[in-house]
């Protein structure tokens, strides 16, 4: 019988965590900068590009650190463009393809109130590089949210289009809410240690945050949706793999390619 | 031998790659230079945001400066805490930045960024605090686009962060 040190498995748990919260940025960084060039407005091409660049700086900066947790000697590019699907740690919510602009800035909007609940407990975290991350990434999440409320505000109270496309995207994101909160892919003792998140403990507050703006949108949660789930255990929808496909070829193609 | 307020001094100059007109240390990117162990020079610098594109860049540049005055162990350092915030931008940097036409920062409120609407911004030109937002998110991650309705100029002002 093996007896493992629980050390050990929370610092491997660690690297896990730190690999999932990286993702998360990494996949909606790729969404958002698919619209690059394609957004309806010069300023929200800026808008989105550089939420994008943000996000991905987050992304950098924790699958960096989630290599030096792994201890492999695994960089953040060989995170980003050499795992598979499966081996990706993100919510469902951040892979899905952008469908039409309600949808885009709905998804940006209900990530960065997520993200805002999560970096602001993990600004405490006993992890010090993760906690570095986190308090310089909430001001920028926090930003973001600014500017994609208002479009969900706007769009809501816009015309019988736009809110008949406001309401669909939500409609259309709303399966993907419960994934967001499931704590099963993040070891206990992370948690415990006041290393971790509990993303479970953040629903309520990110629930009301969602009410309210809702509410000054005038739409309404559908609330009839079946939740998807598995993700963050790397099943994930087939958006992922073409995501990927995209983003991974040229290095796949040219490994250590630079410019 | 170089002593180490010669090398700050030359780390202090090199600008910022996206506001040349401010150094990194007007905009508060210089965190520290000290002598490391082995008897190199450790430069620390911090991002303004953290997809700031300028890191490489002002790593590179920091490197080649201390270069021109022999200092060639050289070894550059990123830090992000305590995060970079707009207040650490010096009083000189927030004169230059007005001179060069772009508005300063406000100072920023503990509990999470302003929503740029409700801030009352000085036109850099004429000096009128009758402007609006045009967008959020300008040319590039620290600035904000407005426009005066005095003067009717277009600046660049860097969001309070
Ligand atoms: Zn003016």
């Given amino acids: 019988m093996t007896v493992e040190d629980p050390r050990t498995t929370a610092v491997t748990g660690l690297g896990h965590y730190v690999l999932g919260l990286g993702d998360d940025a990494l996949v909606l960084s790729e969404r958002c900068a698919e619209l690059i060039t394609r957004s309806p407005t010069i300023e929200e091409d800026l808008a989105i590009s550089n939420i994008a660049l943000d996000l991905l700086g987050q ?201 | 031998m170089v002593n180490l307020e010669d090398i700050r001094t030359a780390a202090a100059s090199v600008p910022d790659p996206e506001i040349p007109v401010l150094t990194i240390e007007d905009l508060g990117v210089l965190r520290d230079v000290a002598w490391d162990d082995a008897g190199g020079v450790v430069v620390v610098i911090t991002p303004t945001y953290s997809g700031c594109p300028a890191m490489a860049e002002i790593s590179n540049d920091i490197k080649s400066t201390l270069g021109h005055i022999g200092v060639h162990d050289v070894r550059v350092e990123t830090v992000l805490a305590p995060a970079w915030s707009t207040d650490w931008i010096s009083d000189e940097g927030r004169t230059k930045l007005s001179t060069y036409g772009i508005a300063p920062p406000a100072p920023t409120r503990r509990d999470g960024p302003v929503p740029l609407t409700l801030v009352s911004v000085r036109c850099p030109q004429c000096n009128s605090s009758d402007t609006k937002l045009i967008t959020a998110f300008g040319s590039t991650a620290c600035k904000a686009l407005r426009k005066c309705r005095s003067c009717e100029e277009v600046f660049d002002h860097v969001k309070p962060y």
């Fill in chain 1, 59 to 259: 992304a950098r900066g924790l699958l960096a650190h989630a290599g030096e947790l792994e201890g492999a000697g695994r960089s953040e590019d060989d995170l980003a463009y050499l795992r598979l699907d499966t081996q990706f740690r993100n919510c469902a919510l951040a892979e899905v393809p952008n469908g039409d602009f309600a949808f885009v800035m709905l998804r940006i909007y209900l990530l960065s109130e997520y993200f805002i609940l999560r970096y602001a407990a993990l600004a405490d975290s006993a992890d010090s590089q993760l906690s570095a991350i986190s308090a310089k990434a909430l001001k920028e999440v926090s930003y973001h949210k600014l500017h994609a409320r208002d479009w969900v505000i706007r769009l809501g109270r816009g015309t019988a289009e736009s809110a008949k496309r406001a309401q669909a995207a939500l409609a259309d994101a709303e399966p993907y809410f419960d994934e967001l909160f499931d704590d099963t892919w993040i070891h206990p003792d992370l948690i415990t240690a006041g290393i971790a998140v509990s993303e479970a403990a953040l629903r309520d507050q990110w629930q009301a945050a969602l009410d309210k703006t809702l509410s000054e949108a005038d739409l309404e949660l559908p609330g009839a949706s079946r939740p998807f789930s598995g993700a963050r255990h790397g099943r994930h929808t087939e958006h992922l793999g073409n995501l990927l496909a995209l983003t991974q070829s040229l290095h796949r193609a040219h490994p250590g390619a630079s410019w």
